[in-house]
């Protein structure tokens, strides 16, 4: 039941640097549980990065470890993705979804509820 609006894409080059901001409204105190995932297309949505707001957890893929960050503002209840030295495959939509769960998984199916997506070019 939680809202979540993402922002922040465009185009970037390689080794460049771009911001995510995942808006959250609606029933944000059922939510305990934010991630990043992305879809290229043709490709099976995957996991990128999340945070476990009640157990205080964060949890990167391997391909975007020392290179992704990812943040909230609980004031504005707003999550963030910190993405540096972008690499050209990392193209595709990128979207932010919620759980209610207080468990942190990078299983896109565990995850009820999804913002729309923004997409994220990484040119060569």
């Known amino acids: 039941q939680v809202q979540l609006v993402e922002s922040g894409g465009g185009l970037v080059q390689a080794g460049g640097s771009l911001r995510l901001s995942c808006a959250a409204s609606g029933r944000t105190l059922r939510t305990y549980t934010v991630g990043w995932f992305r879809q290229a297309p043709g490709k099976e949505r995957e996991f990128v990065a999340g945070s476990s707001w009640t157990g205080g957890g964060t949890l990167y893929a391997d391909s975007v470890k020392g290179r992704f960050t990812i943040s909230r503002d609980n004031a504005k209840l707003t999550v963030y993705l910190q993405m540096n030295s972008l690499k050209s495959e990392e193209t595709a939509i990128y979207y932010c979804?919620?759980?209610?769960?207080?468990?942190?998984?990078?299983?896109?199916?565990?995850?009820?509820?999804w913002g729309q997506g923004t997409q994220v070019t990484v040119s060569s």
């Open positions: 979804a919620a759980r209610t769960s207080i468990v942190l998984t990078t299983n896109a199916y565990d995850y009820p509820s």
